[in-house]
């Protein structure tokens, strides 16, 4: 959706990046790496040498980022830091983590596991909901709706 707008109209381009708080930053590099195929943006990489800095990973070569910082993990267990990251993919990627759901072993908000059953249809995107291990909020959504749609429907 790319609307108009006038010459001296403020807007941000896009979300830069989310911070969130983990134990133990590699180690959630790696999750996310396995789960949702996010990589260390090397170009930045060399901000976690500093204890307090941040480990930075992305899926679109750092364009949209998270930003790993060591820590505890923010908030009460209903309510870690933020409400939840959602992530965008195509129809195609989205089936194919539901393909993986038995391996990745998620659960949702609940503590319950996440399994094919547990995609929501918004009417015109899917999403599926899920915690990182250490409390994060997360969602996977496709807006194409359609091709996902008839993918789903032969499972």
């Known amino acids: 959706m790319n609307e108009s707008r006038t010459s001296d109209e403020f ?3 896009q979300i830069d990046h989310v ?3 983990v134990p133990e930053r590699r180690e959630a590099a790696e999750w996310y790496r396995h789960v949702l195929g996010l990589r260390i943006v090397r170009e930045y990489e060399h901000w976690a040498d500093d204890s307090g800095g941040p480990l930075m990973i992305s899926s679109d070569s750092g364009s949209t980022k998270l ?3 060591e820590g505890t993990p923010q908030g009460s267990k209903e309510m870690v830091g933020f409400h939840l990251v959602a992530f965008r993919v195509g129809a195609v990627d989205f089936v194919k983590f539901l393909n993986r759901l ?3 072993d998620l659960a949702d908000h ?3 596991p996440v399994t094919v059953n547990s995609v929501v249809d918004h009417t015109a ?3 599926i909901y899920f915690r990182d291990p250490f409390g994060h909020q997360l969602e996977l959504t496709t807006y194409e709706y359609e091709q996902a749609k008839k993918t789903l429907a032969q499972r």
């Open 11 to 13: 807007r941000v381009d």
């Open 19 to 21: 911070e969130l708080f």
């Open 67 to 69: 930003a790993l910082f």
């Open 102 to 104: 038995t391996e990745l």
């Open 110 to 112: 609940r503590g319950q």
């Open 125 to 127: 995107a899917y999403s």
